[in-house]
Nanobody
Framework: QVQLVESGGGLVQAGGSLRLACAASGSIVMINVMGWYRQAPGKQRELVATITRGGRTNYADSVKGRFTISRDNAQNTMYLQMSSLKPEDTATYYC??????????????WGQGTQVTVSS
């Protein structure tokens, strides 16, 4: 079992910045890929960025050049530095952790989310 807790959300004006953090606990040795997803009311959850334990990153086109994902494996924490925020970035941001694939199986875990609101 893996537990994830997000923090750092808040209200910010367009063009501003926020830094989100996700603290992992539990069976953290099993975590491989971690990522940030976001979901606005009435919309489907979408991928924002992912990062492997080795540091390989992937970003949604909508956030490339503005957001930076990172992780500190020693501290069991993942971050999302968000800059040049836009109103369309407004959503609940969720931390996700995927376990290593073992015998063809893996598990996904989710945090409870942190709200990011960007005013125009």
């Amino acid at each position: 079992q893996v537990q994830l807790v997000e923090s750092g959300g808040g209200l910010v004006q367009a063009g501003g910045s926020l830094r989100l953090a996700c603290a992992a606990s539990g069976s953290i040795v099993m975590i491989n890929v971690m990522g940030w997803y976001r979901q606005a009311p009435g919309k489907q959850r979408e991928l924002v960025a992912t990062i492997t334990r080795g540091g390989r990153t992937n970003y949604a086109d909508s956030v490339k050049g503005r957001f930076t994902i990172s992780r500190d494996n020693a501290q069991n924490t993942m971050y999302l530095q968000m800059s040049s925020l836009k109103p369309e970035d407004t959503a609940t941001y969720y931390c996700n952790a995927g376990t290593w694939v073992v015998a063809g199986h893996a598990n996904d875990y989710w945090g409870q989310g942190t709200q990011v609101t960007v005013s125009s």
